[in-house]
């Protein structure tokens, strides 16, 4: 994992220790810096956050299981989990990986409570002595020693402590293990959280077939009434591994609504049906080929979605759905394991029909996770197609300032040249497993940001010409940006601040004005227009090089100058 990412990570986790640790883990009654106190309370809320998740307790009881602080033996948290008979003790560093002489203090702690000599701790480590004691008289307890840290790696020395320990300690018995809890867990205790769990759903098929081999399916006629239903509870939860969500009321959607609401008998002939996937198919004893109910365990709807919305979009409007509206649905069982199979169902069934190559990064299990680190920090991200997508960042937003802010002329190019070619020949590397949800937000935020400037320039000039380029040369005013101020665009926040949006508009404004100097004495002669320059790779490479060449001109001469450059 790049380094960036692994900053990105960090940030994240540090805004959910404070949002949600900080209001029960005060500062401590000492005489430190305002740096040192928010160091202590970042450390004492990552062991906290750390005993929520391993015991699976509420971020109130894993704060009351905070000892750190003076005296407290190597030892900043305690917590024993009476339901998986475990005793946890956590050592946390919200910053590098403990040293040995940490770990050699959280060693020695972890000896002296499991020979209860509590003397050694102090008064926070009382409040809690009860359970201790309770959990070191329970057979078969397992401690559990667990080291908890936001940067670097345990070092060898460090591990073989810890392994030594264990092997002390289980001489007679197995009762201790060590855990190393690394950047990468915690973060991924965020991220799960946002997870979007499977459902179970009830769907009764009328007239229904099946295949045994080479797997379970089932077909049969389905009631379009019991479709509404399915979308009024669960809504998008059925589409969760289609390659779109429902998409409103475009003209194929009104005219199944119509269909249903108006001639519901022949809603069968006239539409293509259903595909269903799920891991699992339960038919109840005694089934009937005339009508049956069956359990679809971890469903999907992967081909079908807008006509399930446009179903359920007739029902909201007319109030019921006529039982005369049926229509054909396919149930593939694709079972538990790594779903290989169902996103071949997926992406033939709907290769069928005519759809765009961005719809199937939706398949892509990177573009969920970055869904859920997005959602870490409250912010939306669609990679499905959705109709309600105006307050979200939407995957076709992030691929264009994914493009602009790549350092790679070719990207840029295709992105005004034809914009699907950001997914059929750069999506892998615009969409990389190295981009952070961070990063991707920052992008899509600042390349909003500089697009309404340069929009507004546009509409400003009252030259054509000028004009013009504003409005054909922003991907590539963007690309000379994202080269000059990497470290403005990187930064680990997914908000502009005040100063990052002056110096934005400073930085965008002079570059675009430069950029349009050299571009006039490169192609002003022959009057070639801007929509052809910047749609043409060859003159786009020869410009990137005279601009380059020009601002390192201007670095060259302030130098030895405190004026900004561009």
Request: glycine letters at 4%.
């Amino acid at each position: 994992m790049s380094k960036q990412n692994t900053n990105a990570q960090k940030t994240q986790i540090i805004e959910v220790l404070k949002q949600d640790y900080f209001p029960m883990i005060p500062q401590l009654p000492r005489n430190w810096k305002p740096a040192e106190h928010e160091r202590n309370r970042l450390s004492r809320s990552l062991a906290a956050f750390a005993i929520a998740n391993l015991a699976d307790i509420t971020p109130a009881q894993a704060a009351n299981s905070i000892i750190n602080g003076e005296n407290d033996n190597g030892i900043d948290a305690v917590y024993f989990d009476q339901i998986q008979n475990l005793l946890w003790l956590v050592q946390a560093k919200a910053g590098n990986a403990p040293n040995m002489g940490d770990n050699k203090k959280f060693c020695d702690g972890i000896r002296d409570l499991v020979h209860k000599r509590f003397q050694k701790f102090n008064e926070a480590f009382s409040r809690l002595q009860q359970d201790v004691e309770d959990a070191l008289d329970t057979n078969g307890l397992t401690i559990v020693g667990c080291n908890v840290y936001l940067d670097g790696s345990l070092g060898s020395h460090v591990i073989t402590d810890l392994n030594q320990l264990k092997t002390e300690m289980n001489q007679v018995i197995e009762r201790f293990e060590w855990k190393d809890i690394n950047i990468g867990i915690t973060h991924g205790w965020l991220t799960a959280k946002q997870a979007v769990s499977s459902i179970d759903v009830v769907l009764t098929l009328e007239n229904w077939h099946h295949l045994k081999q080479p797997r379970r399916a089932f077909y049969g006629l389905v009631r379009a009434s019991e479709l509404a239903s399915l979308y009024q509870r669960y809504n998008k939860l059925l589409f969760q591994k289609n390659i779109r969500y429902y998409l409103g009321k475009e003209d194929v959607n009104l005219a199944i609504a119509d269909t249903v609401a108006n001639k519901p008998s022949e809603l069968f002939y006239l539409n293509n049906g259903l595909t269903i996937t799920c891991s699992t198919i339960v038919l109840p004893p005694g089934y009937k080929h005339e009508s049956c109910p069956f359990t679809l365990q971890g469903f999907s709807v992967v081909n079908g979605a807008q006509t399930v919305g446009a179903i359920a979009s007739a029902h909201s409007t007319n109030g019921s759905i006529s039982p005369d509206a049926k229509l054909l649905v396919t149930i593939i069982e694709v079972g538990v394991a790594a779903d290989s199979i169902g996103v071949e169902i997926t992406k033939a069934r709907n290769k069928q029909n005519t759809v765009r190559d961005v719809y199937f990064a939706a398949l892509d299990p990177n573009q969920e996770r970055l869904r859920q680190e997005l959602m870490i920090s409250k912010i939306v991200y669609q990679y499905r197609p959705s109709a309600d997508s105006q307050d979200a960042i939407t995957i076709e937003r992030a691929a264009i300032a994914l493009a602009c802010f790549s350092g790679n002329t070719e990207i840029v190019v295709a992105a005004k040249r034809e914009i699907g070619q950001l997914y059929n020949r750069y999506y892998s590397t615009l969409f990389s497993h190295e981009i952070s949800g961070v990063t991707l937000c920052r992008y899509v935020k600042i390349f909003q940001y500089l697009d309404q400037i340069f929009a507004a320039s546009e509409k400003a000039e009252t030259e054509n010409r000028r004009k013009m380029f504003y409005r054909h040369g922003r991907f590539f005013i963007l690309d000379i940006v994202s080269r000059r101020h990497k470290s403005l665009l990187n930064k680990l926040e997914v908000d502009l601040s005040a100063s990052d949006k002056t110096e934005l508009s400073r930085i965008g404004l002079e570059i675009a004005e430069l950029i349009y100097n050299v571009a006039e004495s490169q192609f002003g002669n022959d009057q070639k227009g801007y929509l052809a320059i910047f749609k043409n790779l060859t003159d786009v490479v020869h410009l990137t090089s005279e601009v380059m060449q020009e601002l390192a001109r201007r670095d060259d001469q302030t130098k030895n100058t405190n004026t900004p450059t561009v």
